[in-house]
């Protein structure tokens, strides 16, 4: 049987830093002082240091707005269309820098197969024709978008390009995930959908899969899905952006689904047996969770940690950040990894990959 090879990932942001002016827009919009209180010891735990946006932030003091544009100014904050046609404008050029920085050159004409993921906005033609035009590829590349399956879509993605290199074992499947999650903020006084939206932020990555053996093996893919949490996680489309609801109990089902499908997730295998874990940042408690449910050092999630601090949450791309990561380290042959990723559902998608020789 053919194996499939995580070659290689390109990751790339946006330029702005918008953290600072999401947190000030949020505590100006609670009222209740002990309310704001607690918000900002919220804020202080969530171990988040920067996200960056296709959005350029206000500059302090000169308009109400939370961005330079007035994009998101209270009272005023955008329909749905508006923030498509941003999407629309914004995330072609975000994705075409992280294929960009694959450095593919003239390889771009053998790519085969193009996958790309999105939860955060829609347009046809979409992303994908883009690519294919600012890319180089070749025009008959063959095409599948994955939409709409949030933060954990990357997994599919590797685990549909997977599928097509052992039945196609000549074929190169580019993937590429993208996100603008920053255009979904909304108006509002609740404290966990405020807190919700201080996690997310714009990124892109993309991702070579083939038969060449380097990078790193895909081994085997497993989901698992917790039925009785699909309301923890939702995703619709409203009529001023798409509305998400994330509360506050999905560690502890994620702690309870990754206890329980241990032995499905590892294929047997003992977490202390796993020297690599790629885990989709969805927050600090979500790593937590992780940790608690495999009895894991700390150090274990260091570069999903770090991940989250310098980009925070950016849906699907995220956890290819963490395995971009952990590929420029000096990872020994045969080193066995896990990588997940949690969405609607509630699902954690798994995959298991070891080190090419």
């Known amino acids: 049987m053919t194996l499939a090879y995580l070659n290689r990932v390109a990751v790339a942001v946006p330029k702005h830093d918008i953290h600072g002016a999401f947190v000030g827009f949020a505590e100006r919009s609670i009222r209740d002082r002990r309310s704001r209180l607690l918000f900002n010891r919220m804020v202080a735990r969530a171990d988040i240091q920067q996200r ?15 961005d330079a544009d007035g994009f998101y100014t209270p009272g005023r904050f955008p329909s749905t269309g508006r923030r498509m046609s941003k999407y629309e404008n914004e995330a072609p050029d975000l994705g075409a820098r992280a294929v960009d920085d694959l450095c593919l050159g003239a390889a771009s004409r053998e790519i085969t197969h193009l996958i790309v993921t999105s939860c955060t906005g829609f ?40 599928h097509i290199v052992r039945s196609v074992p000549t074929a190169k499947v580019l993937v590429v995930c993208i996100e603008l999650c920053t255009l979904h903020l909304q108006e509002t006084e609740d404290i966990e959908q405020l807190l919700t939206f201080l996690l997310f ?75 690599l874990w790629a885990v989709h940042p969805g927050g600090r ?28 949450n950016m849906s699907s791309p995220t956890v290819l950040f963490v395995l971009e990561a952990l590929m420029r380290d000096d990872v020994p042959a045969g080193a066995r990894g896990c990588a997940m990723a949690f969405g609607p559902g509630l699902t954690a998608e798994t995959m298991l990959f070891s080190a090419a020789a």
């Not at 294919?132 to 008959?140: A, D, I, K, W, Y």
């Open 52 to 66: 960056w946006s296709c959005l350029a932030p206000a500059k302090p003091g000169c308009n109400e707005s939370v």
């Open 285 to 312: 408690t979500v790593l937590d969770a992780v940790e608690g449910a495999f009895d894991l050092r700390r150090s274990a999630l260091a570069a999903s940690r770090a991940i989250l601090r310098d980009y925070g």
């Open 201 to 275: 932020g714009d990124g892109c990555a993309a991702a070579l899969i083939s038969a060449d053996p380097y990078g790193f093996a895909l081994d085997g893919f497993h989901a698992e899905l917790v039925q009785d949490a699909a309301e923890q996680i939702t995703w619709a489309i409203g009529d001023f952006g798409f509305d998400m609801v994330l509360s506050g109990r999905v560690p502890t089902s994620i702690t309870q689904a990754l206890r329980n499908g241990a032995d499905r997730i590892l294929s047997g295998a003992s977490p202390g047996a796993i020297d």
């Open 123 to 162: 347009c046809a033609p979409g992303i994908d024709l883009e690519l294919v035009q600012r890319c180089n590829l070749n025009p008959s590349v063959e095409r599948t978008l994955i939409g709409f399956m949030g933060c954990n879509a990357a997994i599919n993605g590797l685990k549909l390009a997977r």
